[in-house]
């Protein structure tokens, strides 16, 4: 089994959907959480960030943290054309590695 | 200027020849990183590094060496490429100490072996 697992799509959304994206995995241990978009030819760059459970919000952007069940969520409002790229969950415990997932292509159709 | 550079961004090779991918940075951070990206199988460590006396394995080390030649230099070698190392590969810094360890990705170098 995986640590980290993501649905790779891809979603296709109209422009101004909310968009949900969702992570699972497996190590309870994880207590770092992020999110990264990475739009084509283009190295990843960090979107969220956050520490345990809880949510976390910026601007039409909330990443959701649930350590119960394992499970992160990042939701996107109003989204938009430029919103369209490979959105990435990564992970990380007290030890020094990160765990990324495989990512989800996202296309927001104007 | 970009803080994390890579070069070359493209690399066409045939089987067995040695390769060095070469990454750069003026972040200033002691830590950096070597990934892998492939379709279906997301990023991947190969290496990481904590600072220039300090190398360690990450996932997928097998096939691949690296050298810290300095805090801002971090290169990669595949010492006899073979073609399943086809793959678009990724440099990254973060910051010691940082709560999450934000990592910052360079452009990415794409690799191909015939």
């Known amino acids: 089994q995986k640590e980290v697992e993501q649905d790779p799509g891809p979603l296709s959304v109209p422009e101004g959907a909310i968009v949900s994206l969702n992570c699972t995995y497996s190590?309870?241990?994880?207590?770092?959480f992020m999110w990264y978009r990475q739009y084509s030819r283009k190295g990843p760059e960090l979107l969220m960030y956050?520490?345990?459970?809880g949510n976390k919000e910026d601007g039409r952007f909330t990443a959701q943290v649930d350590k119960s069940s394992k499970y992160i969520s990042l939701f996107i409002r109003d989204s938009q054309p430029s919103d369209s790229a490979t959105y990435l969950c990564a992970m990380r415990h007290t030890g020094n590695q990160f765990y990324f997932g495989t990512g989800t292509s996202l296309t927001v159709i104007p | 200027d970009a803080d994390v550079t890579q070069t070359p961004r493209n690399r066409i090779t045939k089987t067995g020849k040695r390769i060095m991918l070469e990454c750069s940075q003026t972040?200033?951070?002691?830590?950096m990183y070597w990934y892998r990206q492939d379709p279906g199988l997301g990023l991947r460590l190969i290496y990481y590094s904590f600072d220039v006396k300090d190398i360690n394995k990450g996932e997928i080390s097998d096939g691949y060496s690296v050298s810290r030649q300095a805090q801002a230099k971090f290169s990669l070698s595949l010492e006899s490429a073979i073609p399943n190392q086809t793959a678009l590969y990724f440099c990254?810094?973060?910051?010691?100490?940082?709560?999450?360890?934000?990592?910052?990705f360079g452009p990415g170098t794409r690799l191909t072996v015939l």
């Open positions: 190590n309870s241990a994880f207590q770092y």
């Open positions: 956050t520490y345990s459970s």
């Open positions: 972040k200033g951070h002691d830590r």
């Open positions: 990254a810094t973060s910051e010691t100490g940082s709560l999450g360890g934000e990592q910052f």
